[in-house]
């Protein structure tokens, strides 16, 4: 059965560093998203995208954030100065179609920790 | 904006037990609704989903239940197995895509 990917499944950092995180999503879905969940917190929406943009955003996705589409498979997510408060798990999506019916499929996400 | 409030955080059943889980949502004009398991260490597995013109569906041992009228929606197992114990969202979406997430619900089923 096919499956979103992500990687790395943990990254630690030194706040203020760049951190890209990386997915693969499913390989005929054309709608993507991102999405975090701090430590026993709710899983919180970060941003949809399609046909390389931005479709939707939330207030966390600031400046700081930024994705991606550089080849025919990889989705990725990039922080360009972590903060602490940017300590959480990431994860990407993906959605064959635009309907808002439509399931959307999770990676296994990544486990971003900021010292 | 859409806010969903999930019950209860913690639930423990015995095994073969049902357990029932509860949702409600602020935003009327929400239409999709589908629930996800995680299991530890693991992304969100979508396991059963109802959308806005039904009013109940079943999958073997599990289904949800749906009312717009009251804007709750509720997800039931029954017969629990050790395999269920997991994290259970809830989560709501409407026309604009993004699903907005309850705090989950940690399942217990005790042998």
């Known amino acids: 059965e096919p499956e979103v990917t992500q990687t790395p499944s943990h990254q630690v950092t030194q706040m203020g560093q760049e951190v890209i995180l990386r997915c693969v999503p499913i390989s005929n879905h054309l709608y993507f998203y991102w999405y975090r969940q701090i430590l026993g917190q709710k899983v919180e929406f970060l941003v949809s995208f399609y046909n390389n943009e931005i479709s939707e955003k939330s207030e966390i996705f600031d400046d700081q954030f930024s994705v991606e589409r550089p080849d025919g498979s990889n989705f990725t997510l990039k922080i360009r100065s972590t903060k602490l408060e940017d300590s959480a798990m990431y994860f990407c999506?993906?959605?064959?179609?635009?309907?808002?019916?439509?399931?959307?499929?999770f990676g296994p996400g990544t486990r971003l920790l900021v010292l | 904006g859409e806010n969903v409030e999930q019950h209860p955080s913690t639930l423990s059943v015995q095994e073969g037990d049902s357990a029932v889980i509860k949702c409600t949502y602020s935003d009327s004009a929400s239409n999709y609704f589908p629930w996800y398991k995680q299991e530890l260490g693991k992304g969100p597995q979508l396991i059963i989903d109802i959308r806005s013109n039904v009013g109940e569906k079943k999958d073997q041992r599990i289904a949800v239940t749906l009312n717009k009228t009251a804007k709750h929606f509720s997800l039931h197992i029954t017969e629990t197995q050790p395999e269920d114990s997991a994290v259970y969202f809830c989560?709501?979406?409407?026309?604009?895509?993004?699903?907005?997430w309850g705090a989950g619900t940690k399942l217990i089923i005790k042998p």
């Open positions: 989560a709501a979406s409407r026309s604009n895509y993004q699903l907005i």
């Open positions: 999506a993906s959605t064959r179609t635009s309907g808002s019916q439509e399931t959307q499929y």
